[in-house]
């Protein structure tokens, strides 16, 4: 169980009515009456004086019904209804908590404005790790729910109509949310679609992701969260052989987790990319906070049109973002113009397995895409392609399933679906298994998302959270089924038009310091469409101490 509280009030737009202060209390302080109003109440019962119980609709989260319970008490005091949560004594349980009032201040002998003042806390069946995240939707909910009921509070005060008041919710993505389901729609306004995205979401994802929006790589199964997500930062800073004599181009840098990290790190200069403005700007703060903002700076542009110089850059990294590209060759012949000769890309996406069927793009794919903006997904396979024909050579394009443990992404974010790790089928446990981030993900006990999708959401639905419950989902599902994957790519501006031949031990490094336990193979590696993948032959690790390899 979480418990997720929030709070709400209307003191910056009371609520007018048009009737009397003395008429609106008396009217306030019919308890089971005004609770007609209130959007999601079922039943109310009066247990004593002054003292309710409320018992809210039921509704569907993915396979879990949830119904709130609350006892509250109401008093008046002075030109206020105040109420407060008792605890039952007769062993009945309540899963909510309400604290508030009302307060009820004349305008005129016939009008008063009505100001709100509550708090609710309540406990629902997820892990701690997603109260962030549920948090964010719970204060957008209640705000809302509470605009319904105070407007049909004063339809009843005025009019003396009862009726349920009706959720408003936001589009937040407007017109876009509409044509998210349209691959088409998707490429020609991947601009639009992505930053309204993420005008939606980032408060949301900040909450309970943190500063860094990527995927952790997992080495054990008690290690937190952000151990993982900064050990994935950590093999493409040491992989891209990034110092602070290098000058690094992060694309797609998020709020600048990643960006600040790699300047931490490495000392090196780093510029931030990135089309949304919001994202920006609480970027710009979090490299003041870190005080990094000498050497890290951001900027809005659009990575298909990078508006550098040629030979700008020494490294160029990005952490799951060029998935939101439509044109992953037009990216990739930006990237070889503006870095430098002997330049790197050292990275990892979102990707789809090798050669899918049609039916598992249709299952799992192109829900993952329409969820999260992307107009359509590549493979390892096709990015390499990609990079080589920009004219890179290509050291490492793999899975990320050979390097480390990705379930537990999921995992630690579903406490209802999967017991254990350990008793998951072995053809899920290769010995690089990142499909525990899926796990991490996966919304609530869904047995199949794509057997009875409309139980997954609400009756009043909120386009945003069917919108994210649709994409978590979409993501377990394809992950455990090895449609979607995670891939990793180190590849390289050649000096010159020779053929570059990378050493047997290009990419490896002695990193167990920074990783607190053996690193995994991060050499080159051959693209398989296997998705039971076992880690290929581990090549030598060098003594610890040993000199990275120098990138001519």
Known sequence: MGKVSCEHTNASSPLEVKCSADDVIRYLSDVEKVAQCYPDMDKIEKLG???????????????????GVQVCKYSIEGNALVWESVTLT?????????????VVEPTSDKSCKVLVEAKLETEVPIPQML?????????????????????????????GELSKGVLNFEDPLGARLQQRHDPAARTKDYLGTVNAYYDAVTEIYRSGWGNHFHFGLFFDKDEPAEVAIKRLETVIVTSGNISKDCTVLDIGCGVGGPTCNIALMSGAKVTGLNINEKQLDMARKRAEELGVSDSVNFECADAMKMPYADETFDVITFFESVCHMPDKDLFFQECFRVLKPGGRISASDWMQSENPTEQEVQQFIEPICAAHAVPHMGSVGSYRRSMEKAGFLVATALDLRVEGDILRNWEMLDSLAIKSFHEKPK????????????????????????????????ENNDPLMDMLITGGVALSEGAKAGVFILGRFLALKPTSPMRWDPPSNYGIFPVAKAYGTQPPLLGPSTVSADRNLKRPGALPMPEEGAKRVKIE
């Open 90 to 102: 007769n062993g009945d349980k309540t899963n909510m908590q309400s604290n508030g009032k009302f």
């Open 49 to 67: 004086d002054g003292t309710y119980k409320w018992t809210m609709t039921e509704r569907n989260v993915a396979t879990v019904r949830l119904r």
């Open 427 to 458: 053809d899920l446990r290769v010995e690089g298994d990142i499909l525990r981030n899926w796990e991490m993900l996966d919304s609530l006990a869904i047995k199949s998302f794509h057997e009875k999708p409309k139980e997954l959401f609400t």
């Open 131 to 159: 109260v962030g995240f549920a948090r964010k939707l719970a204060e957008r909910e209640m705000r809302l729910t509470w605009i319904a009921y105070l407007e049909a509070i004063k339809k009843a005060a005025e009019t």
